[in-house]
């Protein structure tokens, strides 16, 4: 059994070497003022990015992204929780999303306030039958979501981009601050389909009327008329790579209006011929959407079904986790702190490189023909 002595000993060692560290050398509070610069320009990442109609690209994030908090033990209790706060966590598909975040306690999941998701439609099969959900209908398994600012990167077809959008706006929740992001500008200028068949007297879910006006309505009527809740749509110049709107010198706001001789229920049948002539349909555009002051706008565990389909009430109230595991292919995975468990040696990914946490890569399948 050691003896005073070398207790002391040991006790010196480790004063020596925490005086060695330079950082811990810095008082708490200059500490405290580098812990945000760090994890605001860190990201995490999950998921698959498509490639191809079959093909998809699993995208990792960078091992050591949260390797300060394995530090030491100081370290970590200073930093605390508030990480969750400071980095943006990416998700390339909903799943991953889903799989990521509907798991883990909705205290934990409160706390999260930046995300950035694929728009894709959250794809389901039950007894053969595909069904679909929008990224506003998958969000309700998420009761808790309050984010400061959820970005969506806009799906590949014009119609089922706008139609994202527009029940986002309408219904949409977790969210203070929407940037909804398209390729391509034809997602608001696409000729509505005549062939769409739904029931008697019902409108076509892709029908378009000129925005932001549209919205701009729809959001007042959620936050009220003097909330301050407001809707901008920003167009890029010219038509360029991916970050465009990272350059406000770059961006115009756009807006629409009724032609002469033209309503709101005629609006959708005709294409808009200046969007989508070619050199034009290539401009990106970005829809930011600010709810209204003092609005809840945090999802709620027992908040109302969906008007336009719910997936609680299809999966009959069930929790994602209950809802994937009848479905084929079910792997658990619902640890946000560690990513180890992305690591697959069958699949390692690829590793995602980054300037800015706010660039962004669109998938090859979106500007793909076949």
């Not at 984010?147 to 986002?168: A, F, H, I, N, W």
């Not at 669109?362 to 023909?369: E, K, V």
């Amino acid at each position: 059994m050691p003896g005073p002595g070398n207790k002391q000993k040991k006790k010196k060692g480790k004063t020596t070497a925490q005086l060695g560290s330079l950082f811990m050398g810095l008082p708490r509070e200059m500490r405290g003022e580098i812990y945000p610069h760090l994890f605001f320009s860190t990201r995490l990442v999950w998921g698959e990015r498509s490639l191809g109609r079959i093909s998809r690209l699993r995208i990792t994030s960078a091992p050591n992204s949260l390797a300060l908090l394995r530090t030491c033990r100081q370290i970590h209790a200073e930093i605390g929780t508030s990480w969750l706060q400071q980095v943006l966590f990416v998700f390339e598909d909903p799943n991953s999303m889903l799989d990521k975040l509907a798991n883990i306690p909705s205290t934990t999941l409160a706390l999260i306030q930046h995300a950035r998701i694929s728009g894709d439609p959250l794809m389901l099969s039950w007894e053969d039958d595909d069904v679909y959900y929008r990224t506003s209908q998958a969000l309700k398994l998420l009761p808790g979501l309050a984010l400061d600012r959820l970005t969506v990167l806009g799906t590949r077809g014009p119609e089922v981009c706008y139609q994202t959008l527009d029940m986002l706006v309408r219904h949409g929740a977790g969210w203070k601050e929407l940037y909804y992001l398209s390729h391509k500008s034809t997602f608001l200028g696409y000729k509505d389909n005549d062939n769409w068949f739904g029931l008697a007297g019902e409108e076509s879910p892709y029908l378009r009327v000129p925005q932001p006006e549209g919205w701009q309505r729809a959001l007042e009527a959620r936050d009220g008329a003097t909330s301050g809740a407001s809707v901008t749509i920003y167009r890029a110049k010219a038509p360029s790579l991916p970050g465009a709107f990272l350059d406000p010198a770059r961006r115009a706001v756009f807006a629409q209006t009724l032609p002469p001789g033209c309503d709101v229920r005629t609006y959708a049948t005709f294409e808009d011929a200046e969007l989508m002539k070619d050199g034009e349909c290539e401009k990106e555009i970005l829809v930011v959407v600010k709810r209204g002051r003092g609005v809840d706008y945090a999802e709620k565990k027992d908040s109302p079904y969906h008007s336009d389909g719910d997936i609680r009430e299809a999966g009959l109230g069930k929790t994602w986790k209950q809802i994937k595991a009848s479905l084929p292919r079910w792997d658990e995975d619902d640890d946000i702190f560690d990513q180890s468990d992305d690591e697959d040696e069958t699949d390692p990914g690829v590793e995602e490189k980054y300037d800015s946490v706010d660039e962004y890569v669109w998938p090859p399948l979106h500007f793909s023909n076949d």
